[in-house]
T-cell receptor
Framework: AQSVTQLGSHVSVSEGALVLLRCNYS??????LFWYVQYPNQGLQLLLK??????LVKGINGFEAEFKKSETSFHLTKPSAHMSDAAEYFC????????????FGAGTRLAVHP | EAGVTQFPSHSVIEKGQTVTLRCDPI?????LYWYRRVMGKEIKFLLH????????ESGMPNNRFLAERTGGTYSTLKVQPAELEDSGVYFC???????????FGNGTRLTVT
């Protein structure tokens, strides 16, 4: 069965610092992996996705994630945090039931301080 | 194009009452999904429509929940009778094809007191 673990429910960084949000997955089949972001009072927005092409995936707003099969990880990074990056971030994996039948991690709330 | 629209944005009801949530997907999107997040836990899949047919309702918690998508356009999710543990945020999402990206609505925050 598939599952997703996000390490750290809250992460705080300074503006301009590296953002690293951790995600580990468990999947019995080659996974499709996603990162979504939820800004306050908004719905989830797709940041990026891994679908077995390049292992380094670039997304919107300067975010990227690297798929590491040996570590079963799909960590999200951004070289320099901006105040507007403050939001909740969700890692997800497609379940065996379908591409968009997603299993989400518990979410990581990112705070960016001046 | 208009995004996925959910109504109401907030609902507060008493235990035992009935609530109906509505979702209008993006026009032309045959696939409609319901997810919910209970009390800050993981977002969990509830069900998936393809047009008006329920493709997968394996995530529906119990028979107090009824989802419909008459005519294959908007969808409703009815909770009857509501229980305290039903409180949470209910998200609707749609996609054009089975493997195209999901577009989420802003969610309906349901509070059962």
């Amino acid at each position: 069965a598939q599952s997703v673990t996000q390490l750290g429910s809250h992460v705080s960084v300074s503006e301009g610092a590296l953002v690293l949000l951790r995600c580990n997955y468990s999947s019995s089949v080659p996974p499709y992996l996603f990162w979504y972001v939820q800004y306050p009072n908004q719905g989830l927005q797709l940041l990026l996705k891994y679908t077995s092409a390049a292992t380094l995936v670039k997304g919107i707003n300067g975010f990227e994630a690297e798929f590491k099969k040996s570590e079963t990880s799909f960590h999200l990074t951004k070289p320099s945090a901006h105040m507007s990056d403050a939001a909740e971030y969700f890692c997800a994996v497609s379940s065996s039931g379908g591409y968009n039948k997603l299993i989400f991690g518990a979410g990581t709330r990112l705070a960016v301080h001046p | 194009e208009a995004g996925v629209t959910q109504f109401p944005s907030h609902s507060v009801i008493e235990k035992g009452q009935t609530v109906t949530l509505r979702c209008d997907p993006i026009s032309g999107h045959d696939n409609l999904y319901w997810y919910r997040r209970v009390m800050g836990k993981e977002i969990k899949f509830l069900l998936h429509f393809v047009k008006e047919s329920k493709q997968d309702e394996s995530g529906m918690p119990n028979n107090r929940f009824l989802a419909e998508r008459t005519g294959g356009t908007y969808s409703t999710l009815k909770v009857q009778p509501a229980e305290l543990e039903d409180s949470g945020v209910y998200f609707c999402a749609s996609s054009q094809d089975l493997d195209s990206p999901l577009h989420f609505g802003n969610g309906t925050r349901l509070t059962v007191t």
